[in-house]
């Protein structure tokens, strides 16, 4: 019998598009006023590189990455680069930080084409409320329960679709699994 990641690497190599939606990894606690600069804890940077590590395993080094511009979003996707390296296009913005489940699907208008794995590293609740809404109703039960339920840090949801993120709107796509940073260890 094929082990849940040997199924999951089989059926993202047989879809045409491939989306990460991922929550960024462990930060400090919010002190009065500064959220936007809160950083990652020891424990976040270890999640992120993990993270990292198993994404590429999986061979889902993305092509093209937008993340929130918070400290903690970019310092955990800073960190996964240094095991990516160049090959992903990476833009950085705000409205990822402050603009909801909008700010997601504007992203998504703006991907290429020619990407075929796509991250975006945010925040809770949007990523999980943007990978519900683009999830279609035949995928995993399980995984849309744990949707459901809100991403632990360092989660990523991963999605697919046969045609570009851009034009499959929503529920137009199928979730396949959430990846924790123990579902590497």
């Not at 936007?36 to 990292?52: C, F, N, S, V, Y």
């Not at 705000?94 to 603009?99: F, Q, R």
């Not at 699994?177 to 260890?185: G, W, Y």
Request: overall charge positive.
């Amino acid at each position: 019998m094929a082990s849940p990641m040997k199924k999951l690497v089989k059926k993202v190599r047989h879809s045409k598009y491939v989306l990460l939606l991922m929550r960024h990894a462990k930060a400090e606690a919010p002190e009065m006023g500064d959220d936007w600069g809160r950083g990652l804890t020891d424990k976040g940077l270890k999640q992120a590189k993990i993270m990292a590590k198993g994404l590429e395993s999986l061979k889902l080094v993305p092509d093209y990455i937008v993340c929130s511009s918070a400290n903690r979003t970019e310092q955990t996707l800073q960190k996964m680069l240094k095991r990516f390296g160049d090959t992903p296009v990476v833009v950085s913005r705000k409205n990822l930080y402050d603009g909801g489940m909008q700010s997601v699907m504007d992203e998504l208008q703006a991907v290429r084409a020619d990407a075929r794995v796509t991250m975006i590293v945010g925040h809770e609740p949007t990523m999980s409320m943007a990978a519900q809404w683009l999830s279609s109703p035949d995928s995993d039960p399980d995984v849309l329960g744990a949707m459901r339920l809100g991403l632990a840090n360092a989660s990523v949801v991963v999605l697919v679709a046969d045609r570009p993120f851009a034009t499959c709107g929503l529920r137009g796509a199928t979730a396949l699994a959430v990846l924790t940073p123990k579902s590497f260890e």
